[in-house]
């Protein structure tokens, strides 16, 4: 369903969180402090405008408390970051994600505001982790202690095989959460779907069985 998102910084994980939020039919208006940055986005998203996002009166200026979401995305500022995310929220925005340097950041975000932090920079540490322990992990999500989803590559073992005859469950005690062949997913594939080379399964379970299987 569409909704109007505001995004608040224009770094890579802001430039690329409004985006892909236009991609998805969304309403974006994205600000930031420096007029080039704004310059650069302005035709990819809705509306695109110089603004000091610390400044609450500024964001009141815009609508900020009409928009259903704000990503507060400039984690190196962290003072305005703070500002900004408690700003939004006293505006009366439904829904805030912030991005935080550091778990004392993160903290006093979530006191401030946000329903959501995101440590971009330590979860993508944890993805380029698993890729160098398991070469054929293409993707990576935390989902607990020592525990997550990985997309992972059909190894050349399996390529022919079905899930039945691999068991990735009984082996492993990993469970085929989806299949993707090119452009298709299948959730839940049945144990006599047979993997080709170029499939990639999602696969849930822990660390230490997953790394094995894609190592």
Do not use: C, W
């Not at 993160?106 to 920079?121: D, N, Q, W």
């Not at 590559?153 to 899930?163: E, M, T």
């Not at 492993?172 to 993997?195: C, M, Q, S, W």
Request: glycine share 10%.
């Amino acid at each position: 369903m569409s909704s109007s998102v505001l995004v608040v910084g224009l770094g890579r994980f802001g430039t690329a969180a409004a985006l892909e939020a236009m991609a998805l039919g969304h309403e974006v208006l994205a600000v930031d402090n420096d007029a080039a940055t704004v310059n650069r986005i302005a035709s990819g998203v809705t509306h695109a405008m110089e603004l000091d996002a610390g400044d609450e009166a500024a964001l009141r200026s815009i609508g900020a408390g009409d928009f259903d979401h704000a990503i507060v995305a400039m984690s190196s500022a962290i003072e305005t970051s703070i500002f900004a995310t408690m700003a939004l929220k006293t505006l009366g925005v439904r829904h805030i994600v912030a991005k935080a340097a550091s778990t004392l950041h993160g903290a006093i975000l979530e006191r401030v505001g946000a329903e959501r932090v995101v440590y971009a920079e330590q979860e993508a540490g944890i993805r380029v982790a698993h890729f160098l322990s398991a070469p054929n992990v293409l993707d990576y999500l935390d989902v607990g202690p020592r525990f997550g989803i990985a997309k992972v590559q059909v190894p050349a073992a399996y390529v022919g095989k079905s899930l039945g005859e691999i068991d990735l469950r009984g082996r492993f005690g990993l469970t085929p959460v989806a299949l993707r062949r090119g452009k298709n997913v299948t959730a839940i594939p049945h144990r006599d779907e047979r993997l080709g080379s170029a499939d990639e399964l999602i696969l849930l379970g822990s660390d230490d069985r997953l790394d094995e299987l894609g190592g």
